[in-house]
T-cell receptor, first 113, second 114 residues
């Protein structure tokens, strides 16, 4: 049972435009969400996170939105740059008494110059 | 220097062989994790450790064992490798400072079991 779902395996976006990556979850105990970025031959690197007490968190070009009622979060990258081409993983945890992350299957983002 | 290192980076082995993947960290974190990544399945947790004396199974621990030799070292063993253990393996540490839960990953080990 996939508790964290990324339904788009791939996404292509023109350079300079907005990239929107989506993630859905089913476990209502999740209260902390993260996005990781992964380049080929490297480990995932932390990008941005959000706690369930917020609905938005911004860091430079990256913004994560959380809609708790819909159990949905999204990552916005604006403007998109060629270096943003990577696989993006959504992850979630139920922090109280549980420090494990549950990952989605990833979305491969390609930025077209 | 990288904060989380993994050795080897690539390994090809045969069915039935014993394999050990090693992970070291210089971040001083107590919590360490082993994941495997398969195409279309994301990262799945194999084992995790909260400190040297605390080892826990993840969602796919069958066929694997671990050893936490020190705070900085966490090894993953395949006692008798089989072809469906061919995957990319990642070690990670957890930073809980400042109320965040951020995992830092090593570069990965690509394991092929023939």
């Amino acid at each position: 049972d996939q508790q964290v779902k990324q339904n788009s395996p791939s996404l292509s976006v023109q350079e300079g435009r907005i990239s929107i990556l989506n993630c859905d979850y089913t476990n209502s105990m999740f209260d902390y969400f993260l996005w990781y970025k992964k380049y080929p031959a490297e480990g995932p690197t932390f990008l941005i996170s959000i706690s369930s007490i917020k609905d938005k968190n911004e860091d430079g070009r990256f913004t994560v939105f959380l809609n708790k009622s819909a159990k949905h979060l999204s990552l916005h990258i604006v403007p998109s740059q060629p270096g943003d081409s990577a696989v993006y993983f959504c992850a979630a945890s139920a922090r109280v008494g549980n420090e494990k992350l549950t990952f989605g299957t990833g979305t491969r983002l390609t930025i077209i110059p | 220097d990288a904060d989380v290192t993994q050795t080897p980076r690539n390994r090809i082995t045969k069915t039935g062989k014993r394999i050990m993947l090693e992970c070291s960290q210089t971040k001083g974190h107590d919590r360490m994790y082993w994941y495997r990544q398969d195409p279309g399945l994301g990262l799945r947790l194999i084992y995790y450790s909260f400190d040297v004396k605390d080892i826990n199974k993840g969602e796919i621990s069958d066929g694997y064992s671990v050893s936490r030799q020190a705070q900085a070292k966490f090894s993953l063993s395949l006692e008798s490798a089989i072809p469906n253990q061919t995957a990319l393996y990642f070690c990670a540490t957890l930073d809980r400072q400042g109320g965040t839960d951020t995992q830092y990953f090593g570069p990965g080990t690509r394991l092929t079991v023939l």
